[in-house]
């Protein structure tokens, strides 16, 4: 996965449990990507302050995520969520029938893993 | 929902936000249902250190919920999956053409809301 795009997704899910104050930085640096200079001049914060902050909050997704792995489980569940879209979009009269096995083998498979 | 299954379910999806100390007073006292006074003389602390360590984490796990509400989300998706499986169950040859148009919003929707 690119890292931008995993980034934003630990954030996503994760970002609540950040103060305010780690929001406000690793939004502007990561994800809307404003320089280290800019936001620390905006906050009235030093350059150093505005890396370690970043690096911190991603040590703490990390760190939420090796926990709680939230982000694993959203794509597990988006990637089947899709395969049962795809089969069932697929069915016809004739694999009706096995359309409905897989379709149940797949819900399955999400009810044990939630 | 029944306050039992709401704080089993707190606990499966935040447990491991906790510490082992919290995760042990937690398990013990609301999940295995021993005594305060139990937990209290196994771990050699207070029974009034028992109970505060159990307020305190039904207040952690309920922050969490509040700020994550996986509990929350973790039921909406089941609702949903097993309204796709039954709808698909239910399929014939003469509502597959519903049928696939129920699961594509049911499935949508999903998507959406992850």
Known sequence: ???FVEKALLYDFYGELLTEHQREIYEDVV???YSISEVAAELGIS???VHDQVKRVDKLLAGYEERL???KRFLDLKAKVGRIRETVSGCTADNLEEVKKTVAEISDSIMEEL
């Open 1 to 3: 996965m690119e890292a």
């Open 47 to 49: 350059r150093q302050g």
């Open 69 to 71: 792995m939230l982000v």
């Open 31 to 33: 994800l809307n990507d």
